[in-house]
């Protein structure tokens, strides 16, 4: 058995770095950190016995992402237990009390919700509902790296609040872990029956949660008193056993199974575990304990006071230890080979841009074994499929649940794997917040969103990406890739892969004509200027006013603002097509450059106007001071409807036919 | 019983009009669709009989939104299923069959996934798993018009496609449907087993689906042959049981239900139903019958002869019945009085403009009772509980489940009612997708964030809605607010709530002075202008160069902005500071005239760089081609942190100093 007593002294510790820590930072969120005070210190400190304690098991010294393969990942989903969060690795030795007093200080890395300046958390928290996905995400990276069936790998733990349940990311996260049998992942669930401003819908109704955790395919563990080390012990010791009856251990495992009587190990070992807790929010602090009214709200100073005196003599000096890894995984090498053949695409034949990426995607796979593909159950519309064809044990089918296959993809990218998730442009808003969040784990993601655009035609609105370019803009740190054919769509993809971020590939559903050679170029920033055929373009572009109009366009645009340029050519109207398959960051030199001669800009996109490659030129002519003429912003400005890609682009007014009509009316 | 043959033949010409017109369009859904036939046949034209049959009724001459409040609703929120739906609506006598075979041209309000153009959707569908959802808003809005218990009320009947049950919202939906006892709201799970790519998770596993819904509350009806009219119709029946037992025929009833001997009526009167109905992808013709790779595939001219011959001979003039209500339900007057009592704020008090949106919800709902309020836990942060205290039946809580927040508002607002949806801006970015979709809906919503900026200060960056202007900026037909104090505030609450429209009200958690006596006017498109104190404004802006900088500011900003100009008169440098609390639209024309005048502009914002309140001034002055020298854009430009809300605006450069220093800039 463990020693409670010491697990006791740990507790006490841990009630007293909460309060005062947050009474010091005079905010933060202490009544939520109390109530699974006993649920957290266990599972961190309850020594190794022969029955399976010390569960979490992490060399602290390498805490995170890939520099250690062999520990338990972490995953505060409810983030703003973030007090206890500290707590703990104070109470582990890694953090002293006066950092742990600078709590959500300017220059502290404790902040109010755990982001990616805390040294020992994986990922960002603090949007509710997202840490279960992220969980999934290592466990499957885990299981990646231990092909093996059975053997012994790490587990990730995620302590989750009963609020957040109602967030419907976790539904997707749970029936996702059951469906890729995540026998490495423990969920604990923290049902305290406070939420912030209001009971939960359940309260501390521990059996429907249990029915809804078993309908979804999950092993559970109900404990009804979050607060009792020695039911905390025997609920954790219990999710081990799906571990250790994996393991070569699993002989002395079975009898202690048997002893309980309950436990069918064939059945144990392919679900996920989540052990549910009763617990009590503020417990320890009797006028905190299950009161309304003080979600979010530190001690005063005077009420501080009577709460330690509650909390009696506290060991300040006690310490856990948090145990060693026991696994020695195969050193997984980090693969940083991404150099691909040139794709082979016939100049003028007609592929579209998604489908190069699905080319590139696969040839990315044969020489890095770290690229793996997610899809929302769209693999065949984004061409995923063929990386999932290829390499099925790296392709993960998220089904329709976009949010969670954005954290999904997150979280596996902490176990050093280099995640590519992609599904129609349209509906990866709905994983915005997951983005959001993103940018605060560090990351590394790649985004493909295909059908962009009143370009895809028929299907209506409802599918067509208008507000993606935008989205992914307002994300501080982004890079956003929109090729318009598929030499540029298979180059950029292998750009994508090369480079740590959090990127987004825009592709068409739409096939446009191959324009680039396989020796082209193509680079962040970057961009390819088109000059009207007739002209020498070396000699001319240092003449001012040669050029009636700059044109500036992307993806299926790009391909209207050629045809238009043809047309003007024809006619004595020389322009020059800026493609900016960079969106961000936009080849701000090149545009610079060739405004100093061409006074009259039009941009030209399949998007809606706010926030998009229009929005990012103006940004740049008004900031760099661009001496310019005329500007003119052709993009999707009525609500699109059901038509074909060309009577679209004709209805929209992004059409070749447009383009010439804008060309004519800045020229005059 | 039903007529069968009837509806068999019904069957058959919706089948047949599912091929003709899917091919006739080149694209389109047809294997889904045909999967339904007969689920949503017998619910539209099974023909009225004692056993409670003449399930779906409606008056098709006033067919939604708030002109026929008796009419059962439905929701086919598999919205590729349109096919079907078109079908059926021709069935029904109301479209001919040649405009069904204008399905998905540029012309036709039959378009490829239904919009608010159909004259019979009351929401757009088409971004899976939103429908249940809108069911659940227009469940809520028809329980509300109801308040009697146990009065027979319309129905609310949702078709759900098996795959999007994968989606999370889903279960937010199922969860709050529960919560909320909605059993005037029916779902159809159409369980045909194939997905787009792949099968879904569950395949034809009912029983699982079944532990599912049961564990969520819900009363739950398997039909193992969904294509057996007489075992669909018995489904059917069933389902009505919540209802009419609920109904003065209660008697008639009960003996009905005992003849089944399984059904506990003081159980399922208070839970929502679903009927889960296993089927086949692309039934009546047997080579797309449960064939992976025709999703989404309309027949050739030629296989689609092969699929009529099997159809056999078809009645192309049988046509169903839709019944009337029998329900007659108070006529419900639609209130237009939003006239409220002027704020009384004392001048210079500080108070947060969260704070003064609560206390004009609170107004507005004194004197418009069709104004209701949802919040996803949030009430005390937001102070939408201002509301909530007093008019609790007016007020729904929806937990932390953001995306059925959204989409559940725009339900019930298809009900004639008002719905404030408000939660932390940044947790509005969860609902994109939802509000995406809501712009093709002919939405009445008002939704606001409170918690903007990195003002909010420790809670750090997670918390801080930082993309919330450029998400709202991006869909189309959207409106902005932004408050800085606390008058402004409580008037734009007030118009918000005049003008039908998708609305977005930006509120701060930080206290700010009140700037705004109470007679001031507020409006869209509108701004406040403050002149340097020391000037008198009406004389000195007709003369140029008198003020050094136009400085344009919402919310937090504009406070910082003021002090700025103050600071700055008392050096002898004249500002003018521009209030743009319509961020879109803009307040085109002031700042038009004021940069005619002024060559300076700064915008300051907290938000970040892209999309926001720079973007949108940005956009003005290039293509209004306002003549300014310099412009300067202060924003969020790093990751924010956890801090003071003072340090940050310093870290972030856009506190007062910044300001101070960009106009010395730009001015020397």
Same mark, same amino acid.
């Given at each position: ?5 010491? *697990? ?27 109530? /699974? ?24 010294? @390498? ?26 690795? @104070? ?40 840490? !279960? ?33 109602? %967030? +419907? ?43 809804? &955790? ?36 699993? =002989? ?58 509650? *909390?009696?003599?506290?060991? !300040? ?26 794709? $082979? ?18 040839? *990315? ?27 099925? =044990? ?18 596996? #990218? ?82 994508? /892969? ?12 739409? =096939? ?9 170029? &193509? ?14 373009? $070396? ?7 040669? &050029? ?11 391909? =209207? ?10 006619? +004595? ?16 030199? #090149? ?15 399949? @998007?809606?106007? /706010? ?21 003119? @912003?052709?993009?999707?400005?009525? *609500? ?6 060309? %009577? ?21």
């Amino acid at each position: 058995m463990a020693d409670f007593e010491k *697990l006791k002294k740990l507790c006490k510790l841990i009630r007293y770095d909460i309060l005062t820590s947050t009474t010091e930072a005079k905010s933060g969120h202490p009544t939520t950190s109390l109530s /699974a005070v006993e649920l957290m210190t266990t599972l961190f400190f309850a020594e190794s016995n022969s029955a399976g304690g010390g569960f979490f098991k992490a060399d602290l010294a @390498h805490p995170k992402g890939v520099q250690s393969l062999n520990n338990d990942r972490v995953v505060f989903s409810k983030g703003h237990a973030s007090p206890l969060i500290y707590s703990l690795y @104070h109470a582990a030795g890694v953090i002293s009390y006066p950092e742990l007093m600078q709590l959500r200080k300017i220059n502290s890395d404790l902040e109010g919700h755990p982001t990616f300046r805390f040294k020992y958390a994986d990922v960002a928290t603090g949007s509710l509902g997202q840490g !279960l996905s992220a969980g999934v995400g290592m466990a499957l990276g885990i299981k990646l790296l231990h092909p093996k069936p059975y053997s012994l790998t790490p587990n990730v733990y995620v302590l989750l609040g009963d609020s957040e349940m109602a %967030e +419907g990311q976790v539904w997707e996260a749970v029936q996702i872990a059951s469906h890729y049998k995540l026998n490495n992942l423990i969920a604990i669930a923290d049902i305290n029956r406070l939420g912030q401003s209001t009971e939960t819908m359940l309260g501390w109704d521990l059996e429907t949660y249990k029915k809804r &955790f078993e309908a979804f395919g999950w092993n559970v563990i109900t404990v009804d008193d979050g607060h009792d080390l020695a039911k905390v012990y025997e609920a954790f010791s219990q999710s081990q056993l799906n571990q250790s009856s994996r393991s070569s251990r699993s =002989e002395s495992v079975k009898s202690v199974t048997d002893s309980t009587g309950s436990t069918d190990l064939t059945d144990l070992t392919d679900k996920p575990t989540i052990i549910l807790a009763r617990t009590i929010k503020g417990k320890g602090v009797s006028f905190l304990e299950n009161k309304e009214g003080w979600h979010g709200k530190p001690l005063p100073k005077e009420m501080l006071e009577s709460a330690l005196k509650e *909390l009696g003599k506290v060991d !300040l000096k006690a310490r856990g230890k948090i145990e060693l890894p026991k696994i020695q995984i195969t050193k997984s090498k980090i693969q940083t080979n991404y150099k691909i053949q040139n794709p $082979k695409y016939e100049m003028g034949a007609s592929i579209a841009t998604r489908l190069a990426y699905g080319d590139a995607l696969l040839a *990315l796979g044969d020489v890095n074994d770290k690229i793996v593909a997610l899809d929302a159950e769209m693999s065949n519309s984004t061409y995923s499929e063929k990386f999932a064809k290829k390499f099925p =044990e790296r392709y993960f089918e998220m089904f329709i649940a976009e949010q969670n296959m954005m954290t999904t993809a997150l979280g596996i #990218s902490k176990l050093g794997f280099i995640p590519f998730a992609s599904t129609f442009a349209a509906f990866l808003t709905r994983g915005f917040d997951q983005l959001r969040m993103a940018q605060y784990s560090a990351p590394n993601l790649k985004i493909v969103g295909s059908h962009c655009g009143v370009s895809i035609g028929p299907d209506g609105p409802s599918q067509m990406g208008l507000e993606d370019i935008s989205m992914f803009r307002s994300i501080l740190n982004s890079i956003i890739l929109y090729p318009a054919d598929a030499t540029s769509a298979f180059k950029l993809t292998q750009v994508m /892969a090369e480079k740590d971020g959090l990127f987004y590939l825009r592709t068409n559903r739409k =096939e446009t004509p191959v324009i680039y050679g396989e020796k082209e170029e &193509f680079k962040i920033g970057g961009s390819k200027i088109h000059y009207s055929k007739i002209r020498n373009p $070396k000699s001319v572009i240092k003449k001012s006013n040669n &050029f009636n109009a700059l044109i500036i366009a992307a993806g299926v645009t790009l391909h =209207e603002s050629l045809k238009a340029q043809k047309e003007l050519a024809k006619q +004595g109207v020389e322009t020059v097509v800026l493609d900016c398959y960079s969106v961000k960051p936009l080849d701000v030199q #090149s545009i610079n450059r060739l405004t100093k001669e061409i006074k009259n800009v039009i941009v030209v996109e399949d @998007h809606y106007p /706010a926030g998009g490659i229009g929005d990012t030129v103006a940004d740049l002519i008004v900031n760099c001071k661009l001496k310019i003429k005329n500007y003119t @912003h052709l993009c999707v400005r009525k *609500l699109p409807r059901s038509g074909s890609p060309e %009577e679209l682009l004709a209805y929209e007014e992004i059409n070749a036919e447009a383009i010439i009509k804008a060309v004519k009316n800045v020229k005059s």
